[in-house]
């Protein structure tokens, strides 16, 4: 099987540098860019106006869609849809759109996000998490992760307009790469979404959030925190004892330094591990140190793991508690077991199925 590289993720920079090594002229960066992103081309034939040679030469070298959907499933509330797509070495990455139910005073909003997938499989083996149950494969390619942004419009017939990185992986693992992604996602030659309609969803890698926070956009940040002790945190997240409470909270206050918006903490609410009114008044101490609003995720439960989701009444207990303290707070309970919290769990079943196909 041939594995390309795809022409997707080169900068204008590169492009031009490409062109230059190609014998070409540096305007037909250019034109290759606005075929790309403006017209969303999938095929180099289609881009007329550069020479049949060059583009014989492009499609010899390297692909324009470096993931193919090879499956697509509704969910069971609204129009948000998860697909999975092959990779052209055979992996099988996860993504997820949702579609805003209703804008500002009940009008149509024409909000389509996309959720993305950073790797295959995840290294930090969070114990609650499906990504983390199969491991680490390898991370995915730039080009892979705007790939998945170009297939969901294919799916979905609509511009993705909002990304949130909290798809299969720990983006900021794969921070290279995330960086050039994003710098394509944002340029106005690009994909042209504005920062402040991108999250990146972290675990906690802090050499990784000092790297975006030098990257200096105004991206949302959300950081998925699960306890606010290191004692609970430690005992789901075994990344908390890489990184610590004590190094990563003063990096999110670097964060908010330079960050525009409020950090959103995720917190999944997981029976007899941290959805004690104890941890609710210390996760109130942490939002308010750090100016932080909280998403509550009631845990959605993962085949073969043995976490429990709190009652219904228990969870709406613990959102109170940190609405007695003054703290933002949301609590996803619908549409979170459904999108949000089924990480990576559409390949898990799709791997298990080929396993015992073969
Ligand atoms: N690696 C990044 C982004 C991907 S995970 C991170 O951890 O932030 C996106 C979110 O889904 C995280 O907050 C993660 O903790 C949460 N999640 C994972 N498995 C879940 C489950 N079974 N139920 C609820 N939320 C889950
Ligand atoms: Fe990886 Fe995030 Fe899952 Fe943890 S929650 S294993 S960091 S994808």
């Known amino acids: 099987m041939s594995v390309k590289p795809s022409l997707l993720e080169y900068t204008p920079e590169a492009l031009k540098g490409l062109l230059a090594e190609l014998g070409q002229k540096a305007f037909r960066a250019t034109q290759i860019l606005e075929w790309m992103w403006k017209h969303r081309v999938a095929d180099f034939e289609q881009m007329t106006n550069l020479p049949p040679a060059l583009r014989a030469q492009l499609a010899e070298r390297f692909t324009l869609r470096p993931l193919q959907v090879v499956e697509v499933s509704e969910s069971s509330i609204g129009t948000t849809r998860k697909f999975l797509s092959r990779m052209q070495d055979g992996h099988l990455v996860e993504s997820v759109i949702i579609p805003a139910a209703e ?60 990304l949130v990185f909290m798809g299969m992986g720990e983006p ?20 042209n979404i504005g920062a402040r309609h991108i999250t990146i969803s972290t675990s906690g890698n802090v050499p990784g959030l000092r790297r975006l926070a030098e990257f200096g956009k105004p991206l949302r940040l959300a950081v998925s925190l699960h306890g606010a002790s290191d004692e609970v945190r430690s005992q789901v997240m075994p990344v908390n004892r890489k990184w610590p409470l004590a190094q990563l909270l003063p990096a999110l206050h670097e964060w908010n330094k330079t960050g525009k918006h409020m950090i959103t903490l995720e917190y999944i609410l997981i029976q007899d591990v941290n959805a004690g009114m104890d941890e609710a008044r210390k996760l109130a101490r942490v939002a308010r140190d750090l100016n932080a609003k909280v998403n509550l995720i009631p845990y959605n439960t993962v085949e073969g793991l043995p976490w429990v989701r709190p009652s219904e009444a228990h969870c709406k207990a613990f959102c109170r508690a940190l609405m007695a303290e003054k703290i933002p707070v949301t609590m996803r309970y619908e549409k979170g077991h459904d999108i949000n919290a089924a990480c990576g769990q559409l390949r898990l079943r799709k791997v298990q199925t080929e396993a015992a196909d073969s």
């Open 103 to 162: 804008g500002k005073g009940g009008a149509q909003s024409d909000r389509i996000t996309l959720c993305v997938s950073s790797q295959v499989g995840c290294a930090f083996g969070c114990r609650f998490c499906a990504s983390g149950l199969l491991g680490f494969t390898r991370n995915l390619t730039a080009g892979e992760i705007l790939g998945q942004i170009l297939a969901a419009e294919e799916v979905s017939g609509n511009r993705v307009n909002n």
């Open 172 to 191: 900021l693992a794969n921070i290279d790469n995330l960086l050039t992604a994003l710098s394509i996602i944002l340029a106005p030659h690009g994909l």
